[in-house]
């Protein structure tokens, strides 16, 4: 049996687990930057990426299914627009509503220019919830109380978030008196996961959902194992088969320098980082992390969503991996690649390999219970070590550091994924699932339609959630495109609603307040 290797999701437990485990962790996500010093992302005075909004919180239930008589309530913290040129159309206008990922939602607002853009079109009120346990939404009053224990992180499911924005919008739009109001639902990533789920749940509370980079079918054995790191890898391999190679080849290299006498101080100068190693496999993790979120945000334009980079950021890894003068060692090029990624900027004194500034770190948590998403690495395909996922190791870990024993059947039972087409066919309807091919989620992502109303927009040259990006003066003409389809879309699935209801199509309001109160 192969030893697992621990995905990069988020590494704070790194120091927790020897590296004689190396037990698997859940999938990939999104990282903080792992690197000093660093910029955070979002904004606390109302403004983010240059859109105004205004921040509220509500009164949340706990628990939305159970009736115990004693009933535990949180503060959800949730964004609302600020009514820009043009602004909410009013009572019974559009409600562009984002549902919440794994992280603080002020960054995800700051990163998803489309909900933005879109709405002035639209006169559409703009709306990013905040998913419970993240950010500033925090059961029993703060992270640490939150995170306790098993019983205090019980309510972190994908369900009760979901119950979370239903209500949430429930009450919004009768505070409004905008009860007839057509809600579109947007996410990206597991938002997008959860604006598919809650239009398949909820279908009386929303009209539509765009679903981007949502893999609602990495779960079980829908789709191999092997797809998202035989994806990465092909991101990488299209741009430099040398570069390839150099990667694959460093496995072997760093386990054998960190095993050498004072091998793991060496290798922690080496690469600068803020602390000295105590395992070769918490820095397998941080180049593991940096190749899959390369291949996650490999635009064909600058961005600084997960970190500060370059357009086609794996052109320039390997660019500079193969560059590098000749008789360098495997690890000197492999550094000189991956400091594009950590250190693009040149301002990195250091860089630490516990750093989560976003505050993800429940994913750890959902992934060990009903998040469970199998991932390998195959021998000939894939540039990192072969690695077969080992449920039981997996389980295993999740009983040793949280107390709980993963569903992984769950997800699929809650909200399906076994024969997808058929079923959505005949039971779902408006959702968009867009998927660009660079992106090493798409594997796990709907990519053919389903039905004239489920259908799928695939880039090929997409990478993770591109549509939802702020709009650019580099952006390609075919990302400009795509979203212009995906707006027409949307705006047939409003068209309809106002249609059964004889009323005015996006009739905007005649007063343009500072924001909907």
């Not at 205090?152 to 505070?175: C, H, I, P």
């Not at 996961?193 to 009209?207: F, Q």
């Amino acid at each position: 049996m192969h030893r697992p290797r621990r995905l990069p999701l988020l590494l704070i437990l790194l120091g927790l687990l020897p590296a004689v485990a190396r037990a698997l962790l859940p999938p990939p996500r999104f990282p903080g930057p792992h690197a000093r010093p660093r910029p955070r992302a979002g904004a606390r005075d109302g403004v983010g990426g240059g859109y105004e909004f205004e921040t509220r919180y509500f009164r949340q239930r706990l628990d939305h299914f159970s009736f115990s008589g004693e009933e535990e309530f949180f503060q959800q913290r949730y964004l609302v627009g600020r009514a820009g040129a043009g602004g909410w159309a009013g009572p019974g206008g559009p409600i562009f509503f984002y549902c919440g990922n794994e992280g603080d939602i002020a960054w995800f607002a700051a990163n998803s220019g489309l909900v933005w853009d879109a709405a002035p079109r639209f006169a559409a009120l703009v709306v990013f919830a905040e998913h419970r346990y993240y950010g500033e939404s925090m059961p029993f009053g703060s992270k640490d109380k939150a995170y306790n224990n098993s019983r205090s992180m019980a309510y972190l499911t994908a369900e009760q978030a979901l119950a979370d924005y239903a209500v949430l919008l429930t009450d919004l739009k009768r505070n409004l008196s905008s009860e007839s109001s057509p809600v579109v639902l947007f996410g990206g990533s597991y938002g997008g996961m959860l604006a598919a789920w809650m239009r398949l749940k909820y279908p009386h509370i929303a009209v539509g959902a765009l679903a981007s980079s949502a893999p609602i079918l990495q779960f079980e054995d829908i789709v191999p194992d092997t797809i998202f790191y035989d994806l990465v890898s092909n991101d990488f391999k299209r741009e430099s088969l040398s570069c390839f190679q150099t990667i694959k080849d460093s496995w072997k290299e760093l386990d054998e320098q960190g095993n050498g006498q004072d091998g793991l101080l060496k290798l922690s100068k080496t690469l600068h980082l803020c602390q000295t190693l105590n395992t070769t496999g918490a820095l397998s993790d941080w180049l593991n992390s940096a190749y899959s979120y390369l291949a996650m945000v490999d635009y064909p334009m600058p961005s600084e969503f997960l970190m500060p980079l370059p357009a086609n950021p794996i052109k320039e890894v390997c660019r500079n991996i193969d560059k590098q003068p000749e008789g360098s060692s495997i690890l000197e090029r492999i550094y000189a690649g991956v400091n594009i990624y950590y250190n693009y900027t040149g301002t990195v004194d250091c860089f630490d390999l516990d750093d989560d500034p976003h505050g993800m770190g429940g994913w750890d948590w959902q992934a060990c219970t009903e998040m469970v998403m199998p991932m390998s690495s195959s021998e000939g395909l894939s540039m990192f070590p072969p690695d077969e996922f080992d449920y039981a190791l997996y389980a295993d870990d999740c009983v040793k550091n949280f107390g709980v024993r993963p569903r992984p059947r769950w997800i699929s039972t809650e909200f399906g994924g076994h024969n997808i087409s058929s079923v959505l066919e005949k039971f779902g309807s408006n959702i968009i699932f867009f998927n660009g091919l660079l992106d090493p989620w798409s594997g796990g992502g709907v990519l053919k339609n389903i039905s004239e109303s489920v259908v799928a927009i695939v880039a090929p040259l997409g990478a993770h959630h591109i549509d939802l990006r702020p709009a650019t003066k580099e952006d390609p003409d075919w990302l400009v495109s795509l979203r212009e389809s995906e707006l027409e879309i949307i705006s047939g699935w409003l068209s309809d609603h106002y249609r059964a209801r004889g009323g005015a199509i996006f009739q905007r309001a005649t007063n343009k307040g500072s924001a909907a109160s």
